[in-house]
């Protein structure tokens, strides 16, 4: 594959740049929301909708789309603010973030357009996933692709496993596994709760492809995902491990499993994203909500 | 076929392996999946009649609600088959947020549900699926009084968009309906007139209460037999207007009452009318291994059992009416 023109990789990186915002902007908006997992998979969601998945905001259920199953629901708003960017949604509808009628916490398929399925519960994806390539190979659809985006925490979950060999075992070429690699859970390291290495071996042994890939480098992880569309599929469903760093982006937010579930402040908000727009070269920009933001809800006297 | 034919009895997982294919012939969406049980559901007669539209998962009973969940999005209509107690235990997360949540056209079979699982015992015997699957929003229950009306429920839960749990008992049932027996969701039907004590049957518990209804009558009681198949939705009309005409009431299921079908009736009548209500179910235990009719005994669920509960009724509806 030919590298990226120096316009698509701007377009790249302006996309990954603007989940992060976006990210920090509605997380911020709602009080609550998981920032280190939305921000480790900036450039993963940039590259899937603006480069590798073909996908219509005008048609959401377009049969030929390439569908993207979000395990680690949780980091929804990076989600979210690819499928606002990409024109499924106007860009406002990120305001609607846990709201009632508006953007669930996790995810809810029916509600949003462009979500293709619905979860929150860790180690779940996979399996719909499967479904997903199972269903289309039934329907004799070669050309669109299963995506599931991961997390490495949720690699804990024994059904993450039950997955991966059933996947295998139907020979699902054209499903593609995507682990946020980002190495810090909820409450500390991977390594130190509950390790999962070694993680290449262990799909491997399953009966995966393996690809592995710096999940921050636009253009390694374009060609890793049209390879693994295009080139790779042999008989084997294929895994790309992303190594990442969570909270990516901002300083205080990065590889530090403080900003796993974590609502900034609206003053912090607006300095981490003045951080963020420094780190990425644009004028400096803040919390746009600054001083017009939603009251502390409190209940019946508590909160 | 001989599962479907009223008038030679056989087991209820015959006649779901039968209607299973029967089904299948005129719904090519339709796919059966299967975690390595499907000689004793006999799931397996779909796969010998499409083999191609049967998939094996092995005993990942997780991956076999997800991967069914994904089937749906994709436009299938699977039957993910397993036992009671692993659909509803083992897999009841992904059971309720990648199925129920977004209502996928999922129909779960739970096979060798309550106590007749063949001696398997306490891990076996499913007894508060009624109550967790009631439970989920989006989810319609059902539990068959015999083979004819378990061949209904299939076919309904095919013709209504979303998930539907239906029971599939280890036992042969007496027929309690004709060849011409349909079903309706929210829908029950008095099997038995009478005006002295309503007793509300599910499953197979229907035909104990009609048995109930004989040794009764010997005593002059005149009990009234509904058999509610569908727990959810409930026909809550059927139900209050029985009792508005009996004054109390006798609930019966093949599962745990705490939170089950005699919870429902119970729901039920305590928002319209509240009348005297005897529940006949499993009393908070875990049922052990043993005969069906040793498991019946111990649990209070024989027919005299249910004739002793319709004249606790209907001394507490004496008192409060005397």
Known sequence: ?303 | MAGNNPGSPSEMREAFGRTLVELGKDHSRMLVLDADLHTSSKAGYFKSAYPDRFIQVGIAEQNLFGVSAGLALEGFIPFPCTFAAFATRRALDQVAITICYPALNVKIPGSYAGLPTSRAGTSHNCIEDIAVMRALPNMRLADPGDNADLRAIMHAAVEVEGPVYFRVTRYTFPDLFGPDHTFQWGKGVIVRPGNDVSLFGTGMMTGMCMKAADLLEKEGIHAEVLHLASIKPIDKELIAGSTARTGCAVSAENASIIGGFGAAVAEVLTETVPVPLVRIGVRDRFVNSGSIGDLFRIHGMLPEDIAQAARSALTQKTRRMP
């Open chain 1, 1 to 303: 594959m030919a590298s990226l023109s120096p316009e698509k990789l701007a377009d790249l990186e302006e996309a990954a740049y603007q989940i992060r915002r976006l990210s920090i902007e509605m997380i911020t908006y709602a009080r609550w929301g998981h920032p280190g997992g939305s921000l480790s998979m900036a450039e993963i969601l940039a590259v899937l909708y603006f480069h590798t998945m073909n996908t219509d905001p005008q048609d959401p259920r377009w049969e030929e789309r390439d569908r993207l199953i979000l395990s680690k629901a949780h980091a929804s708003p990076a989600l979210y603010a690819a499928l606002a960017l990409k024109g499924f949604y106007p860009l406002e509808t990120i305001y609607t973030y846990c709201e009632p009628e508006g953007l669930e916490g996790h995810t809810d398929m029916t509600r949003t357009a462009g979500l293709e399925s619905s979860g929150g519960p860790l180690g779940m994806g996979l399996s719909v996933a499967v479904g997903c390539a199972y269903g289309l190979r039934l329907k004799e659809n070669p050309r669109s692709r299963v995506f599931c985006l991961l997390g490495d925490g949720e690699l804990n979950e024994g059904n993450v496993w039950e997955a991966a060999m059933s996947a295998a075992h139907y020979h699902l070429d054209n499903l593609i596994a995507v682990v946020d690699y980002n190495k810090v859970m909820a409450k500390g390291f991977v390594w130190d709760l509950m390790s999962i290495e070694p993680l290449a071996e262990k799909w491997q042994a399953f009966g995966w492809d393996l690809l592995e890939v710096d999940g921050h480098d636009l253009e390694a992880l374009s060609a890793t995902f049209y390879r693994a569309h295009w080139i790779q599929p042999r008989g084997k469903p294929i895994v790309v491990i992303a190594h990442t760093v969570k909270g990516r982006g901002i300083e205080r937010s990065e590889f530090n499993y403080k900003w796993h579930t974590h609502a900034p402040e609206p003053e912090i908000a607006d300095a981490m994203l003045r951080e963020l727009s420094r780190r990425y070269n644009r004028p400096e920009l803040g919390y746009s909500r600054l001083g017009n933001d939603r009251e502390k809800e409190t209940f019946y006297g508590g909160e």
